[in-house]
């Protein structure tokens, strides 16, 4: 190999600086994506239109994202992961299974109000996105009825187990369903918060302790 022949290496310095300035482009565009989910929805909401809202070009959304789902699924993860977060800070100190369970459900709502709109959207059906094979990304509410069945396990494992006939997995699905429907029915007829989370703790213990 001649000298001419030979690759230029960039200093480790360069190389860092390059991969913070990547990182902090894909955070705004995820930024950006995140307020035009919520806004406008999916489907009005084009990959041109997050590029520009972030202040960077059309091309750079595509160093990120391969299109449009995939940047909508990464929206999505980073809910499941910040909820995830923000619920478990809240209920540290949370005890017994009714308690715990309210806590949970005190902590869900707590989120929900101190960032509209986002869990409203990152529920968003995969029917609703499309979907492209067996292989395609869950989105939140599935990916939230599994950590509802860690959860139910856990709680099982501490306050004497699951019902035989139940399956943890099923369980979690089905509280997540309850939540997300009875959410919608309160909101609607105006039922206050706290009627809404005794209602539901009293109806999650109920079920476990059928």
């Known amino acids: 190999m001649t000298q001419n022949s030979q690759p230029v290496l960039r200093p480790a310095k360069e190389r860092a600086s390059s991969g913070k300035r990547k990182g902090e482009s894909r955070d705004r565009l995820l930024l950006a994506a995140r307020r035009l989910f919520i806004e406008r929805g999916y489907h009005a909401t084009r990959p041109q239109?997050?590029?520009?809202?972030?202040?960077?070009?059309?091309?750079?959304?595509?160093?990120?994202?391969?299109?449009?789902?995939?940047?909508?699924?990464?929206?999505?993860?980073?809910?499941?992961?910040?909820?995830?977060?923000?619920?478990?800070?809240?209920?540290?100190?949370?005890?017994?299974?009714?308690?715990?369970?309210?806590?949970?459900?005190?902590?869900?709502?707590?989120?929900?109000?101190?960032?509209?709109?986002?869990?409203?959207?990152?529920?968003?059906?995969?029917?609703?996105?499309?979907?492209?094979?067996?292989?395609?990304?869950?989105?939140?509410?599935?990916?939230?009825?599994e950590e509802w069945a860690?959860?139910?396990?856990?709680?099982?494992?501490?306050?004497?187990?699951?019902?035989?006939?139940?399956?943890?997995?099923i369980v979690g699905q089905a509280i997540v369903g309850a939540i997300h429907q009875a959410s919608a029915y309160s909101y609607w007829r105006k039922i206050p918060r706290h009627v809404l989370v005794k209602s539901l703790t009293k109806f999650i213990v109920r079920a476990l302790h059928a």
């Open 150 to 169: 860690v959860t139910v396990r856990q709680l099982a494992q501490d306050h004497g187990g699951l019902p035989a006939a139940m399956d943890e997995a």
């Open 49 to 145: 239109d997050v590029a520009r809202a972030a202040g960077v070009g059309h091309g750079t959304f595509y160093l990120h994202f391969a299109d449009k789902k995939a940047c909508f699924l990464a929206f999505v993860d980073e809910a499941r992961q910040e909820l995830r977060d923000f619920v478990s800070q809240k209920t540290s100190s949370a005890k017994g299974l009714e308690g715990t369970i309210e806590a949970v459900l005190d902590a869900i709502y707590d989120y929900a109000e101190s960032h509209p709109g986002v869990l409203a959207t990152a529920m968003t059906d995969e029917t609703v996105i499309g979907r492209d094979g067996p292989e395609v990304a869950q989105t939140l509410l599935a990916q939230w009825g």
